[in-house]
T-cell receptor, first 114, second 112 residues
Framework: AQSVTQPDIHITVSEGASLELRCNYS??????LFWYVQSPGQGLQLLLK??????LVQGIKGFEAEFKRSQSSFNLRKPSVHWSDAAEYFC????????????FGPGTRLSVLP | DTEVTQTPKHLVMGMTNKKSLKCEQH?????MYWYKQKAKKPPELMFV???????INESVPSRFSPECPNSSLLNLHLHALQPEDSALYLC???????????FGPGTRLTVL
């Protein structure tokens, strides 16, 4: 089965600091990759997606992610974190080539210090 | 507009009650999904409707019954639930079954 790992369960950064959230996937074909953000008690909001083409993808709220096939990674970055970025972040792969649906990673909780 | 709406926002029900969750989208999407999410966990897929037909049922107990009356609406009928069914229920939709999913805000369900 296809899988997604997010090695960091919880990350704390200071406001204004840079951020990188890690995502690794196991997928045999060209992956369709997504990052979603979820504030407490809310639904998931799409930050960005990668289907093909340029491996550096820009998203909403100043986030970007880079697809690295050689490392099976799709890490999310932001140059300067705002207090409102505190939330749960999920990486996902669209495993449709394998008869599956979305496969979500376990999530990374981001805390932001003032 | 990428809005998926869900009603109600919160629902408290007893184990003998029958209730329904509702999900709506007007983006012309032809695939709709129900997910269950427990605290501090990723969403777990329950059902997928593709072109108004049930295409995936992830071995969900029969006390959960999905319905797709038309391409814009998705319901989840609940009956004889257990306390462990308490969770956030998320609806999502996508243009096609193999496409980006857009999520609603969820219904917080508590079963007493």
């Amino acid at each position: 089965a296809q899988s997604v790992t997010q090695p960091d369960i919880h990350i704390t950064v200071s406001e204004g600091a840079s951020l990188e959230l890690r995502c690794n996937y196991s997928y045999g074909a060209t992956p369709y990759l997504f990052w979603y953000v979820q504030s407490p008690g809310q639904g998931l909001q799409l930050l960005l997606k990668y289907f093909s083409g340029d491996t550096l993808v820009q998203g909403i709220k100043g986030f970007e992610a880079e697809f690295k096939r050689s490392q099976s990674s799709f890490n999310l970055r932001k140059p300067s974190v705002h207090w409102s970025d505190a939330a749960e972040y999920f990486c996902a792969v669209g495993a449709w080539n394998y008869g599956q649906n979305f496969v979500f990673g376990p999530g990374t909780r981001l805390s932001v210090l003032p | 507009d990428t809005e998926v709406t869900q009603t109600p926002k919160h629902l408290v029900m007893g184990m003998t009650n029958k209730k329904s969750l509702k999900c709506e989208q007007h983006m012309g999407h032809r695939a709709m999904y129900w997910y269950k999410q427990k605290a501090k966990k990723p969403p777990e897929l329950m059902f997928v409707y593709s072109y108004e037909k049930l295409s995936i049922n992830e071995s969900v107990p029969s006390r959960f019954s999905p319905e797709c009356p038309n391409s814009s609406l998705l319901n989840l009928h609940l009956h004889a639930l257990q306390p462990e069914d308490s969770a956030l229920y998320l609806c999502a939709s996508s243009l096609a079954p193999t496409d980006t999913q857009y999520f609603g805000p969820g219904t917080r369900l508590t079963v007493l």
